[in-house]
């Protein structure tokens, strides 16, 4: 299964990648710049193929440790590849997994923040939605209030058959009994039988502010779909069952575009395969979203008119396949103006949002990075270190934190999960309401960290 899933991801780089940094040049000044090696990675050590030696130091001060394990939450029975807090009304937060088990599974994030000794108590998921047929490859929710109040509570999952769900989370209050039937009917409000032409989904977002998201799978196409505004409960479930060709559910308003970009260098109909998206939300209005796909550039497109608005690209090997290079996740950093990249051959690369250009790159892992996660500090440390950090994960088991202004290495775990067939960390989520943020990994386990 797990081969399967790792199909757009072949050819991995392994951890004696070259560990050399290339220099940017400063970007007119501002808070982009260069800076030394952030892991200290030593000649020899990139030489004789070891793990790089880290140095968890923020210029001469060594910084305190940012994360400590809370707690770890055990039910899922498969890699844990999607997790998202999400609002669930009532000032109420809840934790939301997606595994390869076909399940997702709620949490009452109140919970993490109650338990007084690290690793104590067993929490239980208050509910588990069943839906899926085949393995949860991707999920999305919002990251934050909704303006309506009325969508805050919305998630959206993917399968590897192709089809899309989307469900309306309820609070641990209204579930009541954890181990009863849910009174209130179906959580799923939607289904796309076959979005994808039943191939994986890789990536599913929502847009932060409308009620449209966007997903891409291995059928290398990226769709933009409207989502329901009301909940619908019981037999009035909406399916919609698209064509492979004729796309007969945007008659429904559900599909209102779909994206293919072109192979060049092949014949024609070829398509290139997409990895990852992220909305460029720099306002309420903002339509812009970015893609990348398994060559070495990203796309960026306009979802109100369907048309490109422009192309980033970034020098690679040549002597290694685009696909061991290619990026595996998107995040913005909306503060900085900037797109970060986790690639197959263990970087991070950060992009200008105005310039369309690469102003750095650095080794960040020992493996693939697969998950990345633009955060705010909660807690008193971030007066040390204002504004958004970014939080990486591998499949060498590290979670990593930088500092955005200065892209030095901030906090750096291993261990937390298992490897299995290869892969590690699948997935990072942070709350907005409470100082903790989560991983899933490959192992089936998810882990709650908590702000120091």
Aim: with cysteine; net charge neutral; proline share 4%.
């Amino acid at each position: 299964m797990n081969q399967l899933l790792n199909a757009p991801t072949q050819g991995g780089a392994g951890a004696n990648a070259s560990l050399s940094q290339e220099r940017y040049p400063k970007n007119n000044g501002s808070i982009l710049h260069n800076s030394s090696n952030p892991l200290n990675t030593s000649t020899s050590s990139a030489i004789s193929g070891g793990r790089p030696k880290l140095s968890l130091q923020h210029g001469n001060l060594r910084q305190k440790t940012l994360y400590q394990s809370k707690c770890t939450l055990r039910s899922h029975f498969d890699s844990v590849r999607g997790l998202q807090f999400v609002n669930t009304g009532h000032g109420s937060q809840s934790l939301v997994s997606a595994s390869e088990d076909c399940m997702l599974k709620l949490w009452d994030a109140s919970k993490f923040g109650s338990l007084r000794e690290l690793g104590s108590g067993d929490i239980e998921p208050y509910m588990t939605v069943r839906g899926h047929r085949q393995p949860i490859t991707a999920l999305s929710g919002r990251d934050h209030l909704f303006p309506t109040g009325s969508s805050a509570n919305i998630v959206i999952s993917g399968s590897t058959n192709g089809q899309i769900k989307a469900w309306s989370m309820p609070s641990a209050t209204q579930v009541g009994d954890t181990f009863g039937p849910y009174k209130e009917g179906q959580p799923c409000i939607a289904t796309w039988e076959n979005a994808h032409n039943s191939q994986p989904v890789w990536d599913i977002r929502i847009h932060p502010y409308e009620n449209i998201f966007l997903s891409l799978g291995a059928d290398q196409s990226i769709g933009l779909w409207q989502i329901p505004q009301q909940k619908i409960i019981g037999d009035s479930l909406q399916t919609f069952v698209e064509e492979s060709q004729d796309h007969s559910d945007k008659q429904q308003n559900s599909l209102l575009g779909r994206f293919r970009k072109h192979h060049q260098k092949a014949l024609t109909g070829a398509y290139l395969m997409p990895t990852s998206c992220a909305w460029i939300s720099e306002n309420d209005n903002s339509s812009d979203f970015v893609v990348s796909f398994s060559e070495p550039f990203l796309q960026i497109y306009d979802a109100s008119s369907g048309k490109e608005k422009g192309m980033i690209t970034y020098e690679y090997d040549q002597q290694k396949s685009m696909q061991s290079q290619q990026i595996n996740k998107i995040a913005i950093c909306e503060e900085q103006g900037l797109i970060v990249a986790g690639t197959e051959d263990n970087q991070i690369r950060f992009f200008d949002m105005k310039s369309n250009k690469q102003v750095k790159s650095f080794v960040a892992h020992t493996d693939s990075v697969t998950c990345l996660l633009v955060h705010s500090l909660q807690s008193a440390s971030k007066s040390t270190c204002p504004g958004h950090t970014l939080i990486s994960g591998g499949h060498d088991g590290a979670i990593r934190a930088w500092d955005l202004r200065t892209f030095h290495l901030l906090f750096d775990t291993t261990g937390l999960h298992r490897k299995k067939f290869d892969e590690n960390v699948l997935a990072l989520a942070a709350s907005d309401k409470y100082p903790i943020i989560a991983s899933g990994g490959a192992d089936s386990q998810i882990k709650v960290l908590h702000e120091q």
